[in-house]
């Protein structure tokens, strides 16, 4: 990959940004389809946003995505803002423009991109959307868009998923989506659902938990989106599929809505089904490689507790009632 004093200059910004997955994605992108271009990682603490805009606009790069917890906080300084965006309330991509940047969102096209590769139909589904957060807006955002057919909101606090159905439903003006308590979920009046899994309940590290628990409740899922992609099965994936459902994470939404901003800087371009296929093994190997460190740390962290605390057997495999060394 050859980079020129005349690349496009684009990245990621975010607090941290240390962990992102974008940087491998884009310049891949890149160096196959021959473009002289650079996406770098920006770490931008919370209260220089508005600085940060300013800069880099002043260094000319053609744009950025927007990651966490800056979605909102970038909107008061860009020029225009997409209509799903403003819809949505969070911009995840910046395209430059005379005088500064246009907000996009491209987290729900990519989520329907996502779903659609898998072989997922939205359209006249009965679906479940838990959560009532940023990721789950985009995500009812998309399942009105393409008109699911009902969307049931479960989250712990009724009041915000009564507002996320409310808010959607006045935007696309029908009564599609209605808001449950998490805990309301055997009142559930269909038979089988498309669900979207959107809180950050079983994300590494805290694996292991779903935020239903109980197999009935699954037994109604016929397929599942976990927006979560470490690990690459959460425990509610499992959930889905004990109870004979399809199940499948959110790495593929995070690839999509990155395909679709790479081509807002790039109009003239397209990312083959292909690319898209050669990038998500990359990303899994990362993912896999990562796990693995961190699964090396925390078992090293854990014999040490071990040590200290003088159990009988550490994970060293040493017994902690001898003395290490002669």
């Given at each position: 990959?050859?980079?020129?004093?005349?690349?496009?200059?684009?990245g990621?910004?975010?607090?941290?940004?240390?962990?992102?997955?974008?940087?491998?994605?884009?310049?891949?992108?890149?160096?196959?389809?021959?473009?002289?271009?650079?996406?770098?990682?920006?770490?931008?603490?919370?209260?220089?946003?508005?600085?940060?805009?300013?800069?880099?606009?002043?260094?000319?790069?053609?744009?950025?995505?927007?990651?966490?917890?800056?979605?909102?906080?970038?909107?008061?300084?860009?020029?225009?803002?997409?209509?799903?965006?403003?819809?949505?309330?969070?911009?995840?991509?910046?395209?430059?423009?005379?005088?500064?940047?246009?907000?996009?969102?491209?987290?729900?096209?990519?989520?329907?991109?996502?779903?659609?590769?898998?072989?997922?139909?939205?359209?006249?589904?009965?679906?479940?959307?838990?959560?009532?957060?940023?990721?789950?807006?985009?995500?009812?955002?998309?399942?009105?868009?393409?008109?699911?057919?009902?969307?049931?909101?479960?989250?712990?606090?009724p009041?915000?998923?009564?507002?996320l159905?409310?808010?959607?439903?006045?935007?696309?003006?029908?009564?599609?989506?209605?808001?449950?308590?998490?805990?309301?979920?055997?009142?559930?009046?269909?038979?089988?659902?498309l669900?979207?899994?959107?809180?950050?309940?079983?994300?590494?590290?805290?694996?292991?938990?779903?935020?239903?628990?109980?197999?009935?409740?699954y037994?109604?899922?016929?397929?599942?989106v976990?927006?979560?992609y470490?690990?690459?099965?959460?425990?509610?994936?499992?959930?889905?599929?004990q109870?004979?459902?399809?199940?499948?994470?959110?790495?593929?939404?995070?690839?999509?809505?990155?395909?679709?901003?790479?081509?807002?800087?790039?109009?003239?371009?397209?990312?083959?089904?292909?690319?898209?296929?050669?990038?998500?093994?990359?990303?899994?190997?990362?993912?896999?490689?990562?796990?693995?460190?961190?699964?090396?740390?925390?078992?090293?962290?854990?014999?040490?507790?071990?040590?200290?605390?003088?159990?009988?057997?550490?994970?060293?495999?040493?017994?902690?009632g001898?003395?290490?060394?002669?």
């Amino acid at each position: 990959m050859t980079i020129s004093g005349k690349a496009m200059v684009c990245g990621v910004m975010g607090n941290p940004v240390g962990h992102s997955l974008s940087p491998m994605m884009q310049n891949y992108f890149a160096e196959k389809l021959n473009l002289d271009f650079v996406y770098i990682p920006c770490n931008v603490p919370d209260e220089q946003v508005g600085e940060a805009i300013k800069g880099i606009y002043a260094l000319g790069f053609e744009g950025i995505n927007v990651t966490v917890p800056h979605k909102q906080r970038v909107m008061p300084y860009l020029l225009e803002i997409d209509e799903a965006a403003r819809c949505i309330g969070a911009v995840n991509t910046l395209v430059r423009m005379e005088g500064g940047y246009k907000g996009y969102n491209t987290d729900a096209e990519g989520l329907f991109r996502a779903v659609k590769r898998q072989g997922i139909e939205v359209s006249g589904q009965d679906c479940l959307l838990l959560g009532a957060g940023g990721a789950a807006k985009a995500a009812a955002y998309m399942l009105m868009k393409h008109r699911a057919r009902s969307v049931a909101v479960l989250n712990r606090s009724p009041e915000k998923a009564r507002i996320l159905a409310d808010e959607m439903n006045r935007l696309f003006q029908r009564e599609t989506m209605k808001a449950m308590d998490l805990s309301e979920y055997p009142r559930l009046d269909k038979d089988s659902y498309l669900a979207i899994q959107t809180t950050s309940v079983g994300m590494h590290p805290d694996i292991g938990y779903a935020v239903i628990e109980d197999p009935i409740f699954y037994e109604k899922i016929h397929t599942a989106v976990d927006i979560i992609y470490t690990p690459a099965q959460t425990r509610f994936m499992e959930l889905v599929k004990q109870g004979k459902g399809k199940a499948v994470n959110g790495l593929d939404m995070l690839i999509y809505q990155g395909i679709i901003a790479f081509e807002l800087w790039n109009p003239d371009v397209r990312v083959t089904d292909q690319m898209t296929d050669e990038v998500r093994k990359m990303m899994e190997e990362q993912l896999y490689r990562q796990d693995g460190m961190e699964r090396f740390k925390n078992d090293a962290e854990e014999c040490n507790t071990h040590r200290i605390y003088g159990s009988r057997k550490n994970l060293c495999g040493k017994d902690a009632g001898k003395k290490d060394g002669p």
